[in-house]
């Protein structure tokens, strides 16, 4: 058991709710799509903003924080990989929402994207009422991260053993020891401690941990939790597989 320490061209009809307002930015070198973007974005409520490169991106974000980056895989001077795990490692942007724009939809695509820290993923072409409740979704998933983290800042910690994971700065710990860890190999661990009792198939890591299900193959799970326990060393007994179905946090 774990232990705390102390759209269309239509206004959209749900554009009053508390996300309107937000501000989105759209990364993308497609001048046909940022007119698209900017005018639907707008008539849902939300205060958009389209660049075209990734410098241009950083200089957005830097004038002011958006709470949503829609980014394009190809860019014309960095990859939006790059764009994306630059972000997560800036203190200032680490908490936006980033959803990968591509017309690349190969599995590889989409699990590097959520390798680097991304939200969400979307395939051209696409809908723009999707994409619009996509981000509407992502605005609040990110505002009440926000607001647990807040709640949690109290330096309590989730502790299992000598393992220690900090939730609200994002860190793993072992033997007081900070532990380098990849974005998804720490939501793993994050998602067990925190569902101390809760067994998770695989399907369910897919949609809590990757944001999706799908045609992603659930072997993707095994590869990641196995490359865990590697990284947990003494503590990778921690995670524990539970024959037919999943896994879970092994009980102390």
């Not at 000598?162 to 072992?174: A, H, I, K, M, P």
């Amino acid at each position: 058991m774990t232990q705390k320490i102390p759209p269309t061209s239509q206004a959209d009809p749900q554009a009053h709710l508390p996300d309107a307002g937000e501000r989105i930015l759209l990364v993308d070198d497609e001048v046909d799509l940022q007119k698209l973007f900017l005018f639907n974005f707008r008539e849902a409520g939300f205060d958009p903003e389209a660049v075209g490169t990734a410098k241009e991106a950083f200089e957005a974000a830097a004038r002011q924080r958006p709470s949503v980056v829609v980014l394009d895989l190809m860019l014309p001077d960095v990859s939006g990989t790059e764009v994306c795990r630059r972000m997560r490692a800036d203190p200032a942007l680490s908490d936006v929402g980033i959803l990968m724009l591509t017309a690349r939809g190969d599995e590889y695509d989409r699990i590097l994207g959520f390798e680097v820290g991304a939200d969400d993923y979307v395939v051209k072409p696409f809908s723009v009422r999707e994409l619009v409740l996509r981000v509407r979704a992502l605005v609040r998933r990110v505002s009440e991260r926000t607001i647990a983290r807040r709640a949690a800042d109290t330096g309590e910690r989730l502790r299992w053993r000598g393992l220690e994971v900090d939730t609200v700065r994002q860190r793993v710990y072992v033997d007081g020891a900070e532990l380098s860890l990849r974005p998804l190999e720490y939501k793993l661990i994050a998602i067990f401690l925190e569902n101390a009792e809760r067994t998770f198939t695989r399907r369910e890591l897919l949609e809590e941990v990757w944001g999706t299900s799908g045609s992603t193959p659930s072997r993707t799970v095994d590869t990641h939790v196995r490359r865990l326990r590697e990284r947990l060393g003494a503590y990778g007994d921690a995670v524990e597989t539970v024959h037919s179905v999943g896994y879970r946090l092994r009980n102390e």
